[in-house]
């Protein structure tokens, strides 16, 4: 698997998530199930709707603390521009 930089929400506009992995589909799957207890159980996230794939998992580290730290408008931005209807990329990891 590679290295991925990944942002859940709970619905068009809600909630932010930003995580990093090296094993996308069963990190996402564990959020879904609910089997990750803290943020993203207590609010619902669980929509898949940005992720990018790094060669390393440093570079993958690197862009979450960016992207932590963006402004949420400069957020919103980067998700509208790859995925405009905010629609659960999930499924098509499979």
Do not use: A, H, V
């Given at each position: 698997m590679q290295p991925c930089v990944y942002i859940l929400t709970n619905k068009k506009n809600g909630t932010l998530y930003i995580g990093v992995t090296?094993?996308?589909p069963r990190r996402v799957a564990q959020h879904r199930s609910g089997s990750i207890a803290g943020f993203t159980s207590r609010y619902g996230v669980k929509r898949l709707v940005f992720f990018e794939q790094h060669e390393r998992m440093e570079g993958a580290i690197q862009r979450e603390r960016q992207l932590k730290e963006?402004?949420?408008?400069?957020?919103?931005?980067?998700?509208?521009?790859?995925?405009?209807g905010w629609r659960d990329l999930f499924p098509e990891l499979f």
């Open positions: 090296s094993d996308l963006w402004r949420r408008g400069w957020k919103i931005r980067l998700i509208r521009e790859s995925n405009p």
